[in-house]
Every structure is written in C-alpha cells, then in structure tokens.
C-alpha cells in the first residue's frame, strides 16, 4: 500500500473522530445574510459537524495531529498503515510492531 493510500487513511480516520465529537444538533447559518426584494433573507441552518466552516478548521490543524502516528507494518503482508501512539481518551495502546520516530511523523505529515 503506497504511503499516501495509508496516509489518507490516516487523515479521514482523524477527521471522522473529530466530526463525530460534535454535538449532532448544533447547527450553523449559512448563505447570503443579504435581504431579498420580497424582504426575506437566504440562510439556512446546516448541521455543524459536517458543515463546510467546521472541515475546514480541521483540515487547518489535521497534519499537527500526525505527530500522534506510528507506522505498523502487516509481518504477512508487508503493507504500511499509520496508527495512533497516543489515544483520544487516554486509554492505553498496543504499540506492538509500531515504529515511533521524527521520521515518521515527518514523512506522513508530508504526505
């Protein structure tokens, strides 16, 4: 598996825990805060955890939290895979087979 197929895996694993920390029924207003002719305005409330104002700010800060990634490599398989050194709870993890290091964290923050 190329760095990048297991980089983004990496990635949209992050922002699906991210998303999913929001609250479902808060909501956000979006479109045009401009007052039509007929006096009436064009916004609508979207759900926030997937509105396009909250991925964006976490795709501003995503690539800081692959500094918590360590390579695993499948001893049958030999394909890469990224997985979390540090928990989102605290829990304690199984870095069996997890390579930590500067370069790592680099290169998948990279890519």
Not at 34 to 54: F, K, T, W
Request: net charge negative.
């Amino acid at each position: 598996q190329p760095v990048s197929s297991a980089a983004c895996r990496a990635l949209v694993d992050e922002l699906e825990w991210e998303i999913a920390q929001v609250d479902p029924r808060k909501t956000i207003q979006m479109g045009s805060f401009r007052i039509n002719p007929d006096g009436s305005q064009s916004v609508v409330e979207v759900p926030y955890a997937r509105s396009e104002a909250h991925l964006t700010e976490l795709l501003e800060r995503v690539c800081e939290k692959m500094k918590e990634y360590g390579e695993k490599v499948d001893p049958s398989t030999h394909r890469k895979s990224y997985v979390r050194v540090i928990s989102h709870d605290g829990t304690k993890m199984d870095l069996s087979g997890v390579k930590i290091d500067g370069d790592v964290a680099s290169s998948l923050k990279f890519a």
